[in-house]
């Protein structure tokens, strides 16, 4: 019953900001850990950044770490990700996706039972 949808996608320059939206309906996200995971052509999904149910424990990969940030409202269901300094290698669809179970490893794909969409991200000049 849970679906999400993201949002916020787009043409934006090296070096610049960009923040996408994951809303979600059906169920109270509070409950579930949130992953965002992005998938450039012709290579593999990964995962990016990763919440807890709480929002005080985040997980990122190595190539974000430092420029982009994770977090989520609760309230309004809704979790984000603020990209910064941005590069041309993080031209790729992002996705999010949610587990009501926990996670050893939340980067992981394996895990998560609901996706959304995705939504396209660009990085050029």
């Known amino acids: 019953q849970l679906q999400l949808v993201e949002s916020g996608g787009g043409l934006v320059q090296p070096v610049g900001s960009l923040r996408v939206s994951c809303a979600a309906s059906?169920?109270?996200?509070?409950?579930?850990?949130i992953g965002w995971f992005r998938q450039a052509p012709g290579k593999e999904r990964e995962g990016v950044a990763c919440?807890?149910?709480?929002?005080?424990?985040?997980n990122y990969a190595d190539s974000v770490k430092g420029r982009f940030t994770i977090s989520r409202d609760n309230a309004k269901n809704t979790v984000y990700l603020q990209m910064k300094t941005l590069k041309p290698e993080d031209t790729a669809v992002y996705y999010c996706?949610?587990?009501?179970?926990?996670?050893?490893?939340?980067?992981?794909?394996?895990?998560?039972?609901?996706w959304g969409q995705g939504t396209q991200v660009t990085v050029s000049s």
């Open positions: 059906g169920g109270t996200l509070d409950y579930y850990v």
């Open positions: 919440i807890s149910r709480s929002g005080s424990g985040t």
């Open positions: 996706a949610a587990s009501i179970r926990y996670i050893t490893n939340c980067l992981l794909t394996e895990g998560y039972i609901t």
